[in-house]
């Protein structure tokens, strides 16, 4: 790593940033601090779909899949004993999963890892098929891994879910964790190694008469992709406290492709503005859905109006500007400096 | 005799190589073997079946007859990137190029192939990573400068010249560092003036690097000058051999081109 005028910017700005979330709790209300916590976790997921979609070009609609292997993974590993054995009432929790008991960020990092290791054996088939049928089988995997959750009754506790996850996930812990992903992806994406998974994307004839094992790239790009959709699992979960099979359905995975897609396909830093917009956005639309007192005429809150309106906002972006806030441009410092002697000037 | 043709110092041997589509017989019976350093040509008219000869050679179809033989290694069935790590980079009829990624970073992808360093020392950020990284850099801008596109390394590759496209996707061919170049109708697309440039180009990147070079061209007018032994096609098969000369004055292969406005100067 080459030490410039950008690194020290950037390292800098990580840091101070972190200072000042360190002391939020100061000026920061509980519930500004939940919604800053949520669109951590949501970058996290953003930026990993974005590797697979964005930089690899797959479509893969199986997210929610791997975010719901992540939650579980970690729920039961940071649970104590005897609240698992209090908590499962269908069928008494199986080995393994009884006696596990880790620290918060072994729990995240492993969360990871078994999300990983599943992509692998779904990558590997789905991948073989092409192109053309992907999104449709990996939609189906997220759905057979919810309807396992649902049935592996003596490790998940089936479809009543996990309550009382201990809330390992301060702002802080959140925020390390997104920074994390945030610079192993920059570092993979900013590469060569991005170089190549972006000409598969673009094409990959060219791609692969240039000596690059395609299939292997595909692969890898999925799994890591599914490694930090993990540890967003992870973290959401802790985060929650609450996790049950019906929250990691097909809106989940369409809510990170929202993010990714008003963010820029290809873009990391995009994934983060569109990940913090659209969490911004969807907490503010709640409001909607609440009842509402005009003065004159008061409203009743109808449920499910937060998603036209949001649904609606969409179309208008997808319209207006199809390439998303970023296109496949970053955010970079020589950008921002080169924004403001432009507009000194 | 010819000592283009010879097998003993080939490079690229084929040996009865058929190719069938269903009913279509695109390639049929074909024979060639390629001289080390040579620049050799494939020729014939529309449909001729040179496009299915590049796709045998690089690796996306397997023939159903016949071996093909590369620095002595047999290549049937193997996959186009095992090809490419052999020493055979092809290009394309139609460019294939990442427009929205710059010079630098096309010419880039041609050089990952002989990189050492695996996937995880770059997410790790391993030291080493780093120096191969700027290595890398530098082999593939010394590239661009061989191609006269070193003013233009950042910028996108879509915003090129079509000429410019042709020798960015050359430079990243070269970028694998091939013994033998594979070049399917580079000039399509290209003015008489613009097509003499480019063939003169790849006379002298062979002289440079060391390469050989097999053209596969529907003109028969631009190899003419570049290439030293030529192998004419009609319906898949191959229906003359020889010299520039033998080639051009061949009865067989002006017949095949009759119709065709190429044999001006028999
Ligand atoms: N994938 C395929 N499936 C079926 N038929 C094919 C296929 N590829 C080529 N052919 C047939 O093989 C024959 C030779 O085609 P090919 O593209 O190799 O010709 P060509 O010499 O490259 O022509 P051109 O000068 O137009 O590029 C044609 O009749 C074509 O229809
Ligand atoms: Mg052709």
């Avoid at chain 1, 940033?17 to 709790?25: C, H, K, N, R, V």
């Avoid at chain 2, 001729?48 to 016949?66: C, H, I, M, R, W």
């Avoid at chain 2, 080639?247 to 081109?257: D, E, F, H, S």
Wanted: glycine letters at 10%; hydrophobic letters at 50%.
């Amino acid at each position: 790593m080459r030490f410039d005028r950008n690194t020290f910017l950037t390292l800098a700005a990580m840091l101070v940033f972190g200072l000042i979330l360190w002391q939020s709790e100061k000026f920061l209300g509980d519930y500004q601090i939940y919604i800053a916590k949520l669109i951590f976790i949501n970058i996290i997921l953003a930026l990993s779909l974005n590797l697979i979609y964005g930089f690899t070009g797959l479509f893969s609609l199986g997210h929610a899949g791997f975010i719901a292997i992540g939650a579980y993974v970690a729920a039961i590993c940071i649970l104590p004993q005897a609240q698992k054995e209090m908590m499962w009432i269908l069928e008494p929790i199986a080995w393994p999963a009884s006696h596990i008991f880790t620290p918060f960020w072994v729990a995240v990092l492993g969360a990871g890892l078994f999300a990983g290791i599943f992509a692998f054996f779904i990558a590997v088939p789905v991948l073989k098929l092409g192109d053309d049928y992907l999104g449709m089988a990996t939609l189906a995997f997220a759905e057979i891994i919810r309807v396992l959750i649902v049935n592996a009754t003596p490790i998940t506790n089936g479809s009543l879910g996990i309550k009382g996850i201990p809330n390992h996930s301060t702002l802080i812990v959140c925020y390390i964790w997104a920074l994390f992903t945030l610079v192993i992806l920059a570092r993979l994406c900013y590469s060569n190694f991005g170089n190549i998974l972006r000409c598969i994307r673009d094409n990959e004839i060219a791609a692969s008469v240039m000596g690059i094992n395609v299939f292997h790239y595909k692969v890898l790009s999925f799994c890591v992709g599914a490694f930090f959709a993990g540890i967003g699992g992870a973290l959401l979960g802790s985060h929650l406290s609450t996790i049950d099979p019906k929250m990691f359905n097909f809106l989940l995975t369409f809510n990170v492709l929202m993010f990714v897609v008003t963010g820029g396909l290809g873009s990391l830093t995009g994934s983060i503005l569109g990940a913090t917009i659209i969490t911004i956005l969807l907490e503010w639309l709640r409001a909607l859905e609440e009842p509402m007192n005009l003065g004159f005429i008061e409203l009743p809150g109808i449920p499910g109006m937060r998603m036209v309106v949001f649904s609606v906002v969409l179309l208008a972006i997808i319209l207006k500007r199809r390439e998303g806030i970023m296109g496949t441009r970053e955010l970079t410092w020589n950008r921002i400096f080169a924004f403001f002697s432009r507009h000194k000037a | 005799m010819n000592a283009a043709n010879d097998k003993a110092g080939a490079i690229l041997v084929a040996e009865n190589v058929t190719m069938r589509f269903g009913g279509v017989t695109a390639v049929s019976d074909l024979s060639f073997a390629l001289r080390k350093g040579a620049i050799g040509g494939v020729i014939g008219p529309n449909g001729a079946g040179k496009t299915t000869v590049f796709n045998v050679l690089s690796g996306f179809y397997t023939p159903q007859e016949g071996e093909i033989t590369l620095l002595g290694k047999n290549i049937k069935g193997l996959q186009p990137y095992e090809i490419c790590k052999m020493g055979m980079a092809p290009t394309f009829q139609n460019i294939r190029l990442s427009p929205q990624m710059t010079v630098l970073e096309n010419i880039m992808v041609g050089c990952h192939v002989r990189r050492h360093g695996r996937w995880w020392s770059a997410a790790l950020g391993l030291p080493g990573f780093y120096r191969e990284e700027r290595e890398l850099q530098a082999k593939a801008a010394a590239l661009a400068e061989k191609v006269n596109l070193d003013k233009q390394l950042g910028e996108t590759a879509g915003s090129l010249p079509y000429g410019a496209q042709r020798r960015l996707e050359i430079a990243r061919a070269l970028a694998t560092e091939p013994a033998l170049l594979l070049l399917d109708e580079p000039a399509a697309g290209m003015n008489p003036q613009e097509s003499i440039e480019l063939m003169r180009f790849i006379g002298k990147i062979r002289d440079e690097f060391n390469l050989s070079i097999l053209l596969i061209e529907h003109d028969m007018k631009v190899v003419m000058g570049v290439c030293e032994y030529i192998w004419v096609m009609e319906y898949g098969a191959l229906i003359a051999e020889g010299l520039p000369d033998q080639v051009r004055n061949n009865p067989l292969v002006i017949r095949a081109y009759l119709g065709e406005d190429v044999i001006t100067n028999a």
